[in-house]
Structures are given as structure tokens and as C-alpha cells.
């Protein structure tokens, strides 16, 4: 079966510092990754998403970046962190569209203060 | 821009009580998922529904896509406290061509359930 993996699970930050978050999936492989930011509040925004090793879109212009170094590991990062960017980050995959499974899994979460 | 709207955003029922939340979206898509988020958690996949008709059921929660209406309804039965939490609706275009399977989420809807 398979699972997926966050971390770190919580983190406070000071304002201007660096950011790393780590997702990886286990049990599939050529997933889609998807990182979604949810503010205090409700809306999930879809940040960035990668089809394959290397390849990553920015869905909005932001303070972040994201790379996709292996097939199952999706990192989100940032050069100094901004009060803006606390929030709930929540990784995503999809499986390989080649398998004709539509469902998109979320991973549990990182819980992001900057201070 | 495809845009996600949810009614009610806020929902109090009383258990054994009926009810809908509605989710209407603003372009063509053929794929529209469900998520239940708890409190402080990840999202939790509910349903996937493909088709126009497409009616999924799953305990006392049914979901129903109507393509042409462009409209997709979470009908709850009989509801019971474990119920209560944020659902999502979620549109999303088909993977491959320039869509990758990205999803638009709606507000949320927050369900309390109350005895």
C-alpha cells in the first residue's frame, strides 16, 4: 500500500530565516506531488506541482521554491522565511495518470509558524 | 479561472437530521472529489466522481455530480456527532495536456453536529 511522509511535523521560525520541509511517498512510482499552503481560515492554494524527477510549476508567484531531486521526494524551501508564510503545508500525490487512478492522497501536514 | 464555491460555509445540525451542502464550480472539469478535514489534521479523501450522474455512498455521507449544472451536492443522513467536521469540495481537469490533475478547492464547509 502506500503511505506518505512529512516532516517535520511543527516548526517555529524566526522571520528571515531558511526553510526546508521534506515529503516522500512510499508504494508507487512516477506519482504527481502537489504542495498545497492552508492559511488560518479554510481555502487550500496549490503552490507548486511536479510530474516527474526535476520537473516542478509554480502555480503563484511566492517566497518559496520547491525541487524534486527523486521520483518519490518532494521538497519545499525557502531563502528567508516571511510572517506571510506561516501557515499548514500539505503535501500531495496523485498516481501516475497512466494508471487511470484518479484519487489525490494528502500527506499530514506541517504546521508552520514564522515569528 | 475555474472558481470552487461551497454552501453553507458554516453548518449546525442536529443529530438524526438531513442535510446538503452544495458545491457549484465555474468551468468544465470531470472530476470532483470530496474531503473531510478534522481539526488540526491532514484532508481525508471521501469520494471521487467522474461522470455526469455519478451518485458515490459511503455510510450516512452520498455525493452526486451533475456535470451540465456544473454543481455537485454531499447529502448527509441522519447525522451523528462523529460527522462533525471541515468538508471540501475539490475540482480538478485531467491529468496529462497542461492540467497535471492540479485541483481548485472550495471554502469548506465547517458541519458541527450537536445531540
Known amino acids: 500500500s502506500q503511505t506518505i511522509h512529512q516532516w517535520p511535523a511543527t516548526l517555529v521560525q524566526p522571520v528571515g530565516s531558511p526553510l526546508s520541509l521534506e515529503c516522500t511517498v512510499e508504494g508507487t512510482s512516477n506519482p504527481n506531488l502537489y504542495w498545497y499552503r492552508q492559511a488560518a481560515g479554510r481555502g487550500l492554494q496549490l503552490l507548486f506541482y511536479s510530474v516527474g524527477i526535476g520537473q516542478i510549476s509554480s502555480e503563484v508567484p511566492q517566497n518559496l521554491s520547491a525541487s524534486r531531486p527523486q521520483d518519490r521526494q518532494f521538497i519545499l524551501s525557502s531563502k528567508k522565511l516571511l510572517l506571510s508564510d506561516s501557515g499548514f503545508y500539505l503535501c500531495?500525490?496523485?498516481?501516475?495518470?497512466?494508471?487511470?487512478?484518479?484519487?489525490?492522497?494528502f500527506g499530514p501536514g506541517t504546521r508552520l509558524t514564522v515569528t | 479561472e475555474l472558481k470552487v464555491e461551497q454552501n453553507p460555509l458554516f453548518l449546525s445540525m442536529q443529530e438524526g437530521k438531513n442535510y446538503t451542502i452544495y458545491c457549484n464550480y465555474s468551468?468544465?472539469?470531470?472530476?470532483l472529489y470530496w474531503y473531510r478535514q478534522d481539526p488540526g489534521k491532514s484532508l481525508e479523501s471521501l469520494f471521487v466522481l467522474l461522470s455526469n450522474g455519478a451518485v458515490k455512498q459511503e455510510g450516512r455521507l452520498m455525493a452526486s455530480l451533475d456535470t451540465k449544472a456544473r454543481l455537485s451536492t454531499l447529502h448527509i443522513t441522519a447525522a451523528v456527532h462523529d460527522l462533525s467536521a471541515t468538508y471540501f469540495c475539490?475540482?480538478?481537469?485531467?491529468?496529462?495536456?497542461?492540467?497535471?490533475?492540479?485541483?481548485?478547492f472550495g471554502q469548506g464547509t465547517i458541519l458541527t453536529v450537536h445531540p
Open positions: 500531495a500525490w496523485r498516481a501516475d495518470p497512466g494508471t487511470g487512478v484518479h484519487e489525490q492522497y
Open positions: 475539490a475540482v480538478g481537469r485531467p491529468a496529462g495536456g497542461t492540467s497535471y490533475g492540479k485541483l481548485t
Open positions: 468551468t468544465t472539469s470531470d472530476r
